[in-house]
């Protein structure tokens, strides 16, 4: 089964309007971290933001949030007044507390319009 | 600011060759990984590295390729022979400890990758 799970292939969003980008999860495990990270044509995995399972408000960084729902095992990335230079590939992914590995989602491919 | 530097950047060969790829981590970074990403698709771990020590090679087909971290500082991926299906981008990444169970939270850095195409 799919731990990282990145149901939108592709998105096209005007810019300065707000993104969602969807990730959910799968594990039993009560300790675990999950990531967002943007890959730009370039190549290079750019860390975005950090959420782990016991924290008790979703995690901000600048235009970036996550939307946490725990319950429902859902950990959105929410970019807020998008620019041209956010259209990138964007993955989700989660380290469970009795793992080392960061296991990825498929990625989502976000492009801004002008 | 520190960075996770590969070599070459890209690199073209045909089957049956050998590669290697160079990586240095974060200067007193524990843990190395290297990954490969196979287009349209995130990244898969290949190997991981605690200092000088594999502590997962799992995934890393081991009758072609090998990776080292003699010195637990930086790490050379070899593939031996290449074949096509071999064409990915391979990234590199590190992190201060991740150490199990030390910190779920441990993020870690990625170099810029090697992007490998087999002819």
């Known amino acids: 089964a799919q731990k990282i799970t990145q149901t939108q292939p592709g998105m096209f969003v005007q810019e300065k309007e707000a993104v969602t980008l969807d990730c959910t999860y799968d594990?039993?495990?009560?300790?675990?971290?999950l990531f967002w990270y943007k890959q730009p044509s370039s190549g290079e995995m750019i860390f975005l933001i950090y959420?782990?399972?016991?924290?008790?408000q979703n995690a901000t960084e600048g235009r970036y949030s996550l939307n946490f729902q725990k319950a429902r095992k859902s950990a959105n990335l929410v970019i807020s007044a998008s620019q041209l230079g956010d259209s990138a590939m964007y993955f989700c992914a989660m380290r469970e507390g009795g793992d080392d590995k960061i296991i990825f989602g498929k990625g989502t491919r976000l492009h801004i319009l002008p | 600011e520190a960075e996770v530097a590969q070599s070459p950047r890209y690199k073209i060969t045909e089957k049956s060759q050998a590669v290697a790829f160079w990586c240095d981590p974060i200067?007193?970074?524990?843990?190395l990984y290297w990954y490969r990403q196979i287009l349209g698709q995130g990244p898969e771990l290949l190997v991981q590295?605690?200092?000088?020590?594999?502590?997962?090679d799992s995934q890393l087909p081991k009758d072609r390729f090998s990776a080292e971290r003699l010195k637990g500082v930086d790490s050379t991926l070899k593939i031996q022979p290449a074949e096509l299906g071999d064409s990915a981008m391979y990234l590199c990444?590190?992190?201060?400890?991740?150490?199990?169970?030390?910190?779920?939270?441990?993020?870690?850095?990625f170099g810029p990758g090697t992007r490998l195409l087999v002819l």
């Open positions: 990444a590190s992190s201060l400890e991740g150490r199990l169970g030390l910190a779920v939270k441990e993020t870690q850095y």
């Open positions: 959420q782990g399972s016991y924290d008790q």
């Open positions: 200067s007193g970074h524990a843990t």
């Open positions: 594990t039993s495990d009560p300790s675990y971290g």
């Open positions: 590295f605690q200092d000088e020590s594999v502590v997962d």
